[in-house]
């Protein structure tokens, strides 16, 4: 196909709406701007008003916490003739959609928890020791030949620049195979501090992958643990929610309404004019915010969601987002706060 | 002292990046787009299907409801919260659409997009027995099957690729100083992960003398200038831009490349990474406001770079009201009309 | 014996050794030199290691003694041809189609160093002010272009920093080179004590991964330099770049603090390693010996008989075994011309 | 290109970015640097006092660090000789640090040095650089303690006149016989003053007495010896100090000179007197060889576990190891045993080049280390022949549970009990 504007018809609205579903849409969206205020993303929510939320939250079952977040979502208007989801700006980011995920999740996971040679490996690396993973893991295997720590990966670090951080150790301590050093160093902040942006890799004379190995043992943390031992650790609780949220419900690791005027003050003025304006400033050039289309912004259909939701259980992500879920529960209860106000400390205080 | 332009000898330069050269497609790309670049320059975006238009290629994204193009959980791999195996899938189901619409070569707008494909294909070839398993684990989940596609590139490679015909055929301004016929200096900045990932394979003029960027600005009547922090990473590190307590890190990053380009007197910075663009644009504001170094160097997009010198509006089509450093100033050096008291630009940023 | 002769490929200092020692034996010689004149490479090395003789001064004497020789034979700007083994010896001829028969072959054709453009990250060939240690060698030579002075290349000003890089080209598996070419350390530490000796003030920074002067009183020629105030700094380099005014930003990592360096300098020397000689290939060919993984010739028994070769008849000497400083290419061509005599005599005794 | 610290950061910006509740902006570079600016600094140093020299062919092996006492501390930022030349070779000194006094004098780095380098004269002359010119970070408390060597001749501005205080009353010239050959007896700061440390020159009076050997002091003439302000890098206090001892030394005209501590016997020996007509040895020397001669005869036998404790000052700068242990061994009953450090490769008591006027919080104490090791050899008396070492010892095992069951004593008043 060629032109540009019958890019619009690339997915056909699947049945022009019939009278009633509007009209039924329409309350929906209704019933959404009528939500209590404590139905709202975290940064501007009260203790109080999280405790409300939870107690209600924690009344529903899984099955009506999920119906509900679906009718919610689905309900669609016609803008300027496309469909328009515009609950989705409303539910993205907030404890509903967290608690929502958590129950829809672990159901995914029971329901296809069919013999996966994927998740059954990762599970026997949970067993087994750190130094085990760092000979096997399909990852850690390729990135270490032989370190003879000369120091060009550290030199061009843009993290060894800021931070007391030093790929050339971090390679180091994997060379010398010791499980109580790996340990350590899994429960450390080191490995958190890494920009992975591969200049190591691509100084290396040995043709060594330190950015390479340090993902490979970030995944490792997380599934041994150990990452809620350091404060950067605990952080991939709220990239769990974040990233995981967004790709489980958007099909997009960053939602466009993600990044607020609100929370990136040093995003400046003109930043602030363009969140005020956003949806008006996506559709004048062409992309599509919460719509039916293929550009910036789209709604992503159920069946593509559905799609990508199965491999990703396939491939193991659920999996690990359980282990930094149940993580997280432990060490929020050891602190004695909610999941939610955990959540907030190390996605806001670290 | 010396012109800053002097301090290297350009045909060296050429040729030691012509030894990383890579066989671009001229045609039938399969397009997947970018989740930060559409959240934060959605113009970029829908700027590329217009250019391919433009150019009369054959171009396709997703077919059917059912097979709609996800984003390649690249960020969520290096964000660590997805083992490789969940992004093998992900990128292979995207294969598998492409090759449904017989399409063998994939391009994407976004530089991670870019640097994981790269690393799946890399995978495959490394480890024997894997295709087969990620063949048999697509087929169970969802009942696709994929091939390695023949062509990974990235759009700016497309770009960089038809960069003369743009130029000969289509563009109306150059990127040269109106009043002065000056050929505007540009910094551009490449993504680590276009870059950096695979040098000899996948990248366009080596790590070093990344040539992507500033071929097309040279091509285009630019010269490309070059500073100690060149090929220095944005600092948008994945997690240490997405969680507040981690964003000095990449402030200072961004700090620090400002510092390094300023003495060269750049006249814009152009970049092929989402993340890059973001950051290299937003944080001067920050720098602004915490440090009192002052630079507002306009940050550009290549396609929004494209898209001015077709002589699109730059804020219907181009999108440059979503720029933190006002990119007018640009506008009235190359002399590209716009409307200065247009409803876009309703704020007032220190000039 | 008188009828027999023996041919030997490259006049540098190897190939005069051995011929003056066969002429001694009363061997009849003819030396194959690719250049107009005899004595390769030493010729442009004002100073050598580690007892700062000058090296145009060995030239000369061996150079004296050849021409003074009546047995010694020579042919300038001319390559091997074609060569034909008939028993016991061999029939060649060369590009200027002279013909020799001769019933031994020493192979001394040296090495080439290694072209530094193809270690990008350095810049050399696009910064004027990055130089490698050849250039730096020519720099340090009285009778040289600048008679002696350090001058930045881009402005003619003085250079008063000096950085010295080691090991380019060399302990890189990323440019397929994963040798140690021996001799760099040495050499550099050499140009460094030069330099200081040439002006107290001048700053020399040396960026090393690890000080290999093994050789007899080459590290107290490291320790002298150390000495007189030559900054030695572990960590390798990984990038270099320009300022403005051309001065010249070095990033590397200092490893014995684990702390990122950056520094400015006027002028940057690359000390460049070797690599086997442009004809190697060739020549293997022609004679039917072996290359080494390193492209460097084998000996038929590394320990035993270091100079003779898979290839009756043919002798390999000097820097195309392996890189050596000029003393032990001398040794060397004194004790292949022994391995040549006794082979000589063996053949004439059946 | 390369500005290391944010010039004029606006603190009030705030964008919300916290880090365990602080707010974050801009990092600063950790990088460090190569240019004009340390080049200079290192031509400074290389030129203000030849012990720099040496410090080029440092060759970075790390030994000193491995011996260096401060490093078997667990302090968040060790202290590394190895690290420390490297910054001082590279012109990135920084002074403004703890670092400089951390090191105690000790020598063990000099001692197992491959080149030989004197980094314990280059910390002295540093300090210098820090006490006359203020070019760094100085304690308060050594910062007092200097001083008052200076202005009342002892570390404590404790009153000149009480120097003989500890005799109490006790008239020395009574109890003398004037056709034996005279010594003269150097008491030192620490036995005048200090409470723990008088013992020690109680003891040596009896021990004198008992085997009826002719002494003198300078009595309250006497001033502190200057090793501690000359350490601490106040050459201008220590040479004061030195010119008041020998005029007094003089005007007594004995020659033979017994210090009780070993810091003076060192400084005395090696910082006083250009000819050797004055002979300076430390009390030890002189008790080891009354006892040999059987001038002194032990009578009682104690049986308890000893081990010694070498004052850095005898074992490592004076090697006078064995004359102790002959002593401790001639003791009837007492069961000598060595502790895991001993000898040359003893540790320090952290009293050493003015460590003893720091104070050291609890679990950063060398001297800790030290009893710990006597503990683990059972050891009931911890012997040792030096007041600062007495001190430090005696102090940390005081007001702390774990020591309770061990004594820290002198050699003289160990000695003495015996007889």
Known sequence: MKKTESKSQVCPPSDKPTENDSNESINLIEDVKNLPPWFQRDFNLSKKDQELLRGYLDNLDDEEIINLYYQLREAKEIRNDRYFYPNMQILFGTPFE??????????????????????????????????????NHIIARHCLNSCMSCGACSALCPAAEFFDYNPRIIMETVQEKDEQLLVDLLKSDTIWYCYQCGSCKAKCPRKNNPFGMITSLRQLSQIKGYHVHSIRGRQQYAARHFWGGNLWNRACTLYFRNVESETHKDFGPRFEAYDKARDDFFTRVGACPDSEGVLSGRKVHPETLDEVRKLWQMGGALYMWELIEEAAKNQAQEWGMTIDEYHDKVSREG | MNLPMDVFNHEQRESIWKRYVKEIPDNNYFLTLSCILGALYPGSESMVPKVYDLLGLDWNTNPSA?????????????????????????????????????????TMSCVTSFGIHCECKDLYEQEPGLKDKVDRLLRDSCGRKFEIPKYINHISDIYYHYRQELKNNHMKFQLLEEKTGRPLRVVDHVGCHYSKLFPEEHSLGGTDYCEV??????????????????????????????????????????????????????????????????FLDKEQWAIYEVTGEKYFIPVITYQELAGLLLGWDPYETVGIQFHTVPVEPLLDKIGIPYDANSPWVNCSVPR | ???????????????????????????????????????????????????????????????????????????????????????????????????????????????????????????????PNVITSVELENFLDHQGPTKGKLLRPIDGNPAKRIAIIFCVGSRNKRIGNPYCSRICCSYST????????????????????????????????????????????????????????????????????????????????????????????????????????????????????????????????????????????????????????????????? | MSEKNLKNTKETVDYGWRFQGKPILCHEDRSTLVDESTYQMHMALSQMSREFYYLERCMQC???????????????????????????????????????????????????????????????????LVVEQGA???????????????????????????????????????????????????????????????????????????????????????VCCGDSSFRSGDYEGFEKLKRINTDNFIEKGIK????????????????????????????????????????????????????????????KHNQIIEEPRRILKSIPGAEFIEMEHSGQKSMCCGGGGGGIFLDRKKGERLSEIRLEEAIEIKADVVVTACPLCLSMLADSAKNDDRYKNIEVKDICEFVLEAI
């Open chain 1, 98 to 135: 967290r608690e929502k995920d958590r129950r829809e999740q672990r159901i995914w996971a029971e329901k296809y928890e069919a013999e996966n040679e994927v998740i059954q490996w990762y599970k026997d690396a949970r067993e087994k020791s750190c130094v085990w993973w760092v000979e």
């Open chain 2, 66 to 106: 059912r097979s709609g193009w996800t984003c390649c959980s690249g960020i969520a791999y290096h964000g660590d919260i997805m083992p490789i195996e969940a992004t093998l899938l992900t990128v292979a189901r995207l294969w598998s659409i492409a090759q449904e619409l017989g399409l063998d070569s994939v």
């Open chain 2, 213 to 278: 960027l500033s071929g097309m600005a040279q091509a285009w009547g630019g010269s490309s200038i070059d500073y100690p922090e060149r090929r220095h990473c944005c600092g948008m590190g994945f997690r240490q831009c997405m969680i507040s307590p981690n964003r000095g890190g990449t402030m200072s990053s961004v700090l620090k490349k400002m510092r390094s380009m300023a003495p060269f007197e750049p006249d814009l910075i152009v970049t092929n990474c989402p993340g890059c663009e973001v």
């Open chain 3, 1 to 127: 014996m008188s009828q027999q002769r023996v041919l030997i490929v490259g006049g540098g200092v190897t190939g005069l050794r051995a011929a003056l020692t066969l002429d001694d034996f009363g061997i009849k010689t003819t030396i194959l030199e690719k250049t107009s004149q005899l004595g390769g490479k030493v010729t442009g090395y004002s100073k050598v290691f580690p007892d700062f003789r000058d090296g145009k001064k060995i030239v000369c004497d061996l150079v004296d003694a050849v021409s003074n020789s009546a047995g010694i034979e020579i042919i300038t700007e001319s390559t091997i041809n074609d060569v034909q083994k008939r028993s016991g010896h061999y029939a060649m001829t060369f590009t200027n189609d002279d013909v020799v028969d001769a019933s031994a072959v020493i192979l001394a054709c040296g090495f080439e160093t290694f072209d530094a453009t193809k270690q990008g990250e350095y810049g050399y060939g696009v910064y």
């Open chain 3, 190 to 350: 050499k140009q460094a004590i030069e330099i200081k000796e040439l002006d107290t003030e001048t700053s020399v920074t040396c960026f090393y991964m690890d000080i290999r002067t093994y050789g007899r009183g080459f590290e107290e020629m490291y320790q002298y330099a150390q000495d007189i105030g030559v900054k030695y700094i572990r960590g390798r380099v990984s990038e270099c770049s320009s300022l403005p005014n051309g001065d010249i930003q070095v990033r590397a990592e200092n490893t014995l603090l684990g702390r990122p360096v950056q520094g400015t300098f006027d002028l940057v020397s690359l000390s460049v390693g070797m690599t086997p000689c442009k004809d190697a290939g060739k020549i293997s060919q022609l004679f039917e010996i072996k290359q080494g993984h390193d492209g460097f010739f084998v000996a038929a028994d590394e320990d035993i008989h270091p100079h003779s070769t898979t290839a009756e008849g043919v002798f390999i000497a000097g820097s195309v075994t392996g890189l050596k400083p000029i003393r032990d290419c001398l040794l060397d061509g004194a004790s292949v011309a022994g391995e040549v005599a006794s082979y000589l005599r063996k053949l004439n005794n059946k």
């Open chain 4, 62 to 128: 790390g030994m000193c660090t491995e011996t260096c006492p401060n490093t078997k501390l667990d302090r968040q930022d060790k202290f590394s000789p190895r690290e420390f030349i490297q910054k001082l070779r590279l012109g990135l000194l920084d002074l403004s640090g703890e670092d400089l006094w951390l090191c105690t004098n000790c020598g063990n780095c000099e001692m197992i040095c491959p080149f030989e380098i004197p980094f314990v004269e280059v910390m002295i002359s540093l300090r210098n």
């Open chain 4, 136 to 222: 760094g970070y100085l304690p308060a408390t050594l910062k007092n303690s200097i001083s008052s060597m200076a202005t009342y001749h002892n570390p404590w501005m404790e009153n000149p006149d009480n120097r003989n205080a500890w005799l109490g009353g006790f008239d020395l010239s009574e109890h003398e016989d004037e056709d034996l050959p005279k010594i003269l007896l150097f008491m030192g700061c620490f036995p005048s003053y200090d409470n723990d440390a008088k013992r020690i020159a109680k003891s040596a009076l009896q021990l004198l007495h008992n085997s009826s050997i002719n002494f003198e002091t300078l009595g309250n003439k006497e």
């Open chain 4, 256 to 315: 033979d000179i017994y210090t009780l501590s070993p810091h003076c016997f060192d400084v005395m020996s090696k910082r006083y007197f250009e000819d050797d007509e004055y002979c300076v040895k430390p009390f030890l020397l002189l008790l080891h060889e009354l006892i040999i001669n059987n001038k002194l005869i032990f009578t009682k036998s104690i049986n308890k576990r000893i081990t010694f404790h070498d004052p850095c000052f005898l074992c």
